[in-house]
């Protein structure tokens, strides 16, 4: 009737689920990363403001205003360029990490519904009915199996266990 | 003769002011006459404004007493600009009944009236009361204190109605709770979006925790046989409730959340909001317990019958 370890199936796919909403934000970063090709021209831009405002420090205003100038302008040309660069790479950022949000909880979604398919007839366990008296029904559901525990309620269960066990 | 008419003029004018003094006199006396009712009511709502919240036993004339206290303040030192105190915790309109009975101190026959009789400077000045030999309260203290009573306050004889006075206060008062709820969300919103949020550390939590594992585990060795699993743990569940007392308690901060801002415009009192969210967590900890309880008790289960020690 029950599979003999649907239980620890049940346990492990909740606790997988909760490990992987962990790490969430490092694997949407990790993937922007990857996607993006184009970081490095992104440090040599602040490499070269560096360079530039630190020989622009060496120039002085008065003698050679106009070296001064050129060099000013050039900074902020490229300072304008970095901002473009860092604000077009963060709005592709979020949207990888909104990607990957949506696929993650689709795939939690299946498996839970796919859990749920599986062991709509099946109790997860079950123990003499009269153990969990007078709930039975309750706990079994949607079994019907008396002294079964059913697959909603060892997925609440396990699903809270896994929260606290988080906290702690 | 001129002697005449100038006897003519003074009498005029003295019978002017005196009806003015009069006037004044009698609006003194009808004050003083409820000062030691008013003082009685602050002082008591001091004492017992933490306990008895939902109290509706004030009248709300001393909410536009608050307001003239404050302005009354302010307008001595600066006369030219009113100003309007609203409170976060209000829960039932403003009304205007008594204040409109009081004469402002920014109309001009108050202030003429300041000028020429000594009697009412006092009230006009310094001195909210007409009773002078009390001390005036501090602002601070009394709309801390005050902000406690009004809640639920309604005055049986006020039934003054469909004055816009009471709606534009009230739909200032409205705008400010808002704005200022909203000040809270937005400030809330960046914790809560950092992922899970970091409790303080509760022992009894930890407590209540560790002795539901340990009883399940008892339970499933050596009673399931012969009772409900349920019982022993509706048994610790009130022992819980007892020994509570003797674990130090641990402050949760209340957090403003988009239902509760919900709930606090729409003019369900904080203290009924404070409440129902307790006992909302009390009954998430027991929940706690239970799934915990069961889990430790499916998995002994489950190793126990792998092990092969037992049969059910």
Partial sequence: ?168 | MDTGGDTSEEATGSSTMSAAQRRAEMRRRKLLLNSEDRLNRIVGFAKNGSDNNGTKAQPNRCRAQRVDIIMSRRASRRPAEPRFHLDLDRTEPWSPSSSSQRPSPFLPESSALSSLSHTATPERRGSPLPDCSEPPPAVEDDVGALRQRLKGERAPSDNISGSPRRGLQNYLSRFDDAMKLRGQLASEKPTQDGGVETEEFDPFRVFRLVGSILLAVFVRMFVCKYLSIFAPFLTLELAYMGLSKYFPKVEKKTKTTVLTAALLLSGIPAEVINRSMDTYRRMGDVFSDLCLYFFTFVLCHELLLLCGSETP
């Fill in chain 1, 1 to 168: 009737m029950a599979a003999g370890y649907a239980w620890f199936l049940v346990l492990g796919s909740v606790f997988l689920c909760n490990l992987m909403k962990t790490f969430l934000s490092t694997l949407s970063s990790l993937l922007s990363k990857m996607i993006q090709k184009d970081a490095e021209q992104e440090s040599e831009m602040r490499t070269e403001i560096q360079g530039m405002k630190m020989e622009q420090s060496s120039i002085s205003m008065m003698d050679e205003f106009a070296k001064y100038a050129r060099l000013e302008r050039k900074i902020n040309k490229t300072t304008d360029k970095l901002k473009t660069h860092v604000k077009s790479r963060t709005a592709q950022q979020a949207k990888v990490k909104w990607v990957v949000n949506i696929v993650f909880y689709i795939a939690q979604a299946a498996l839970m519904v796919s859990l749920i398919w599986k062991y709509y007839s099946d109790p997860v366990t079950v123990v003499p009915s009269r153990w969990i008296a007078p709930v039975e029904r309750l706990v079994a559901f949607p079994t019907g199996v008396p002294g079964g525990v059913g697959i909603t309620c060892w997925l609440v269960v396990c699903n809270k266990v896994v929260t606290i066990s988080k906290l702690l």
